[in-house]
C-alpha cells in the first residue's frame, strides 16, 4: 500500500509580496532551510500539493535575506511588485536528491503514508494513510479496523519510527483509539 516516491518535496510557500521591487516573503516548510535558500539556488513553483510544471521553468533566488521567521527572497526576472504577486500561494519544491539527508531519528513526512502501525504490545492498530501537519502538532490519520483514528506525532505517542520495516510504534493514551 505505499505510494510512489515523490521526485520534489515542497520546501516553502510564498506568502505575499514585499515591496515594489519584487520580492517576496517566503514560509519555510522545512527544519533545514540551509542551503535552499541561498542566491543561485534553482525552486520549482506549483499549486499546493502539486508536483512541478515540467512547461514552467524554475525559479532562480536572486537575492535571499531571513526575515522575521521566512526569507525575503527575489527571483531573476521578477522585477516589480505585480510579478510578485502572481507568485503569491505558490509552493516551492526542491528535488529531493537537493536536500540535505535525513539525519538520526528525522523521517521525511512522505515516507510515513502506508507504513504498518502496532502499539508496544506488538498488535496491529492500522496503517498511516496521511499526514496533516497542524499546529501545535502533526496528526497521522490511521485507518484501523473500525475506522479512521488521528494519532498526534509525538515523542509521547509514537514511540519508535521503524522506516526500513515500514512500522511505527505507538502508546496511545488511554482512550485515543477510540475516538
Known amino acids: ?61 536572486a537575492t535571499v535575506r531571513p526575515f522575521k521567521d521566512g526569507f525575503l527572497v527575489r527571483f531573476e526576472g521578477v522585477e516589480d511588485r505585480t510579478q510578485a504577486e502572481a507568485l503569491r500561494r ?5 528535488p529531493v536528491e537537493a536536500l540535505a539527508p535525513r539525519g538520526e531519528g528525522e523521517v521525511f513526512f512522505h515516507e510515513l503514508p502506508g507504513m504498518r502501525v502496532e502499539d508496544t504490545a506488538g498488535v496491529q492498530v492500522g496503517r498511516v494513510l496521511e499526514v496533516y501537519e497542524l499546529e501545535p502538532s502533526v496528526l497521522l490519520e490511521v485507518m484501523t479496523r473500525t475506522g479512521k483514528v488521528l494519532i498526534p506525532f509525538v515523542a509521547e505517542v509514537v514511540v519508535d519510527v521503524q522506516l526500513e520495516q515500514r512500522r511505527l510504534v505507538v502508546d496511545p493514551p488511554p482512550g485515543l483509539l477510540d475516538l
Not at 515542497?10 to 533545514?32: C, M, N, R, S, Y
Not at 505558490?90 to 526542491?94: G, S
Open 1 to 61: 500500500m505505499g505510494r510512489e516516491a515523490p521526485t520534489h518535496l515542497a520546501v516553502g510557500q510564498v506568502t505575499k509580496p514585499h515591496g515594489i521591487k519584487g520580492e517576496v516573503f517566503i514560509h519555510p516548510l522545512t527544519d533545514h532551510p540551509e542551503g535552499l535558500y541561498a542566491p543561485g539556488v534553482v525552486l520549482f513553483p506549483a499549486g499546493p500539493g502539486a508536483e512541478p510544471d515540467p512547461d514552467r521553468p524554475g525559479l532562480i533566488l
Open 90 to 94: 505558490l509552493e516551492l519544491l526542491a
